[in-house]
């Protein structure tokens, strides 16, 4: 059995392609709140507070791939249900498209479209104590969001729009699979993340900790499908971030082990899942 991965492993950062900067900086700064960190060629960095957690590479021409494995969201963790409100409220005041409102029992959320169609939730967790583990699994559910609940939040609190508070982190992946049972193969037979939950042959979540979930992955629009081509909007790679580099080398080794290929990347090591999906392994130290 594959030992757990370090319970204080996260995910740390999401890169995107996409085919014009300018107009994805636009949307997810006066829209969603974040802020430029830095420009690095043609890629961007973006995040809340200190650290970037989202880069946009461009590529002009870049088009959605129709019916591949990628990105299905990628998911904003706001630190308190009154920030979850103040971003909802954003999005009316400047008509931006929601394509969905979920209450998940673990947490609240928003979820929405980049210009290109790159998928982004936004969501708040319930204390860790209000969750529901019948069975030793993690009850999850999608039911319709109280938002009359949400926005009474700011009742009182007419605080001005700043943007996304500092304390933002990227709180999960939801990836696009080919075949469920090969994806946990890696992520928890390879990687050590724990099962979470799972539903059917047609979605798994698991995590690092205890935390509901780090990585979703479903085959509802992917089953069977192939990776997207390289020149496609979406997914370039995300980063799971050990604490530190004696734990990144636990992880590298047990890759290694399975056979699996890891290059060197500024950022840490990157292999690829079975649905071709790119993962870096880096350390919170910086090592790799």
Known sequence: MTESIHPN????AVHLT???????????QQ?????LQRREGD???LGAGGSSFLALTERPGARPALRATGLYHFAILVPSRLKLAQSLRR???????????SDHLVSEAIYLDDPDGNGIEIYRDRPRAEWQLPGGQIRMAT???DIDGVMAEMEGKPEPWTGLHPATVLGHMHLKVANIAEAEAFYSGVLGFDLMARYGSAASF???GGYHHHIGMNTWESAGAPPPPPDSVGLRWFTIRLPDAAELGKVAERVREAGLSL????DGLFVRDPAQNGVVLTAEDGAS
């Open 43 to 45: 890629t961007a960095y």
């Open 91 to 101: 999005m009316a005041e400047t008509r931006t498209p929601v394509q969905g409102a």
């Open 263 to 266: 290059e060197e990347y500024a």
């Open 9 to 12: 492993t996260t995910v740390g």
């Open 31 to 35: 829209y969603l709140g974040f802020k």
């Open 206 to 208: 698991l995590s690092a």
């Open 143 to 145: 039911e319709p969001l």
């Open 18 to 28: 996409v085919p014009d900067i300018e107009r994805s900086l636009s949307f997810y």
